[in-house]
């Protein structure tokens, strides 16, 4: 994991249509996501690196003491795993009390070893909650 680092981006930073731009509009990500990541205002996006390149992304956006996890790209598990203990520090020293996020039903295991728990299922995907207060991220 040494070869992996991660940067904070919104939509004002000067970077972010360079680099994540492409990705908002690929087939291949929408596929992976099930939706387009959608670039909303407020939305603060943690961008994964290997080697020079966008190795996946996700976003999170905070409302009070409540963040959202969305749009998460990440192709690989590693990827997802080091994205959700970033977006959760950073949650947390936001003031945020509780992480809600929809998964796939195949990254739920994934979300459960961080700490999430299972709010409701549905068709094709998990309604995830963690709460931040006491809890470790």
Same mark, same amino acid.
């Given at each position: 994991?040494?070869?992996? +680092?991660? %940067? +904070? $981006? *919104?939509?004002?930073? &000067?970077?972010? !249509? /360079? %680099? $994540?731009?492409?990705?908002?509009?690929?087939?291949?990500?929408?596929?992976?996501?099930?939706?387009?990541?959608?670039?909303?205002?407020?939305? *603060?996006?943690?961008?994964?690196?290997?080697?020079?390149? #966008?190795?996946?992304? &996700?976003?999170?956006?905070?409302?009070?003491?409540?963040?959202?996890?969305?749009?998460? !790209?990440?192709?690989?598990? #590693? #990827?997802?795993? $080091?994205?959700?203990? @970033? +977006?959760?520090?950073? &949650?947390?020293?936001?003031?945020?009390?509780?992480?809600? &996020?929809? #998964?796939? *039903? /195949?990254? @739920?295991? %994934? !979300?459960?070893?961080?700490?999430?728990?299972?709010?409701?299922?549905?068709?094709?995907? %998990?309604?995830? +909650?963690?709460?931040?207060?006491? /809890?470790?991220?």
């Amino acid at each position: 994991m040494a070869d992996l +680092r991660i %940067t +904070r $981006l *919104t939509n004002e930073d &000067a970077k972010f !249509y /360079a %680099t $994540l731009g492409p990705f908002l509009a690929k087939r291949e990500v929408h596929k992976v996501i099930s939706a387009p990541p959608w670039d909303d205002a407020g939305k *603060t996006w943690f961008v994964c690196w290997r080697n020079g390149k #966008v190795a996946g992304f &996700a976003g999170v956006v905070i409302d009070g003491e409540k963040a959202s996890f969305c749009s998460d !790209y990440t192709p690989e598990v #590693v #990827v997802r795993e $080091l994205l959700i203990r @970033e +977006r959760s520090k950073w &949650a947390k020293a936001q003031g945020a009390h509780q992480v809600s &996020a929809v #998964v796939g *039903t /195949a990254d @739920e295991e %994934t !979300y459960v070893r961080h700490g999430f728990e299972v709010a409701r299922k549905l068709k094709n995907f %998990t309604v995830m +909650r963690k709460e931040l207060k006491w /809890a470790s991220v």
